[in-house]
């Protein structure tokens, strides 16, 4: 399973594998306190993207539509979080404060699509 948390989380037993998706380092987190088993940047969208989206409801509908083409392009990105899920459980880490209005929602939405493709 596939899970969402924000960064600022305490780790959990049940996270599984912890990935951070977002392409900045989150605000006020240490490296070294942060459960980690990779940072995938190139998972994230891009500048560009992340630029146009700026956490804007309103532009939800179109960023993932967006997002999903480059991900799509770029399977070598998310393909650790992919192997990892065939193990076991997932957590997807993310630094937004909206948490319905964020890249790793919509990284969920893809990945669990193309687990059920599997």
Partial sequence: MI??????????????????????WPRGVKKESLRLDGWLKDAA???????????????????????????????????PIMEAARRGDVTLLFGARDADHNNAVALKVYLDARLKET
């Fill in 3 to 24: 899970r969402v948390k924000r960064v600022y989380e305490s780790p959990e037993p049940d996270d599984g594998a912890r990935f951070l998706v977002d392409r900045l």
């Fill in 45 to 79: 969208p891009s500048d560009t993207l992340r630029r146009w989206f700026g956490h804007d409801p309103a532009r939800w509908d179109e960023f993932q539509r967006r997002y999903r083409d480059e991900l799509s392009g770029r399977p070598e990105a998310w393909r």
